[in-house]
């Protein structure tokens, strides 16, 4: 299946979730409560957009608003991302982004191709993070930080996912379907490319592989200026978190 064929596959089956809904009924949007910036959210904005899910967003400015959530009781382990969707209030990244992957049918077809899912959406995740904790460090060491992971994106991740792709020898990660494993794979490219263009210089699969992926309609979309997706951090978002979380 190529990807314009699993595109559309999707949007019907997103379609088709729509309309199980009772007569009148509209599904409320998810509201998503974090910081004006990426952090762990970012991950979760990407993957409700590849789904092709409208959200609200809530963004924690004060000490004050981030202390309500805590009294509310809203907060499960004090900490934020905090995702309130089908009437659940949800915490911890990893445990909403698999929800939304399950629900959006995003997580392969049976357990074998969700493990191996999980296990390329924890790898990015990984290096994504190191990114993301490089805005709270001394310049010095945010710039031996940013160069280590473009280091380790080109000795060892990215090396990984080329030889995932050419074992596979298909347009997707894990089966020949369309899932987190890409949409999260995509994100992480993108971060690493902000710190090195010509990253992808030397895996043609992987260059190939982002071309593919951001095309798809939901994707192309969350791509374009204006989208709900976040800047790098800047000095603002930097001074906000350590404000807010008193570090």
Known sequence: MDVKRSSRAFQTRARQREEDLEPGVMAAKPKLCYFRGRGRMESIRWLLAAAGVEFEEEFIETR????????????????????????????????????????????????????????????TLDLMMMIALAAFKTPGEKEENLALVVKKAKTSYFPAFEKILKDHGEDFLVGNKFSWADVQLLEAILMVEELDASVLSDFPLLKAF??????????????????????????????????????
């Open 210 to 247: 982002k071309t593919r992926i951001s095309s798809i309609p939901t994707i192309k979309k969350f791509l374009q200026p204006g989208s709900q997706r976040k800047l790098p951090p800047d000095s603002h978002y930097v001074k906000t978190v350590r404000k807010v979380l008193q570090l």
């Open 64 to 123: 004050e608003q981030y202390e309500k959530l805590q009294k509310d009781g809203r907060l499960l382990f004090g900490q934020v991302p905090l995702v309130e969707m089908d009437g659940m209030v949800l915490t911890q990244t990893k445990a909403i982004l698999s929800y939304l992957a399950a629900k959006y049918d995003l997580y392969g077809k049976d357990l074998k191709e969700r493990v191996r899912v999980d296990m390329y959406a924890d790898g």
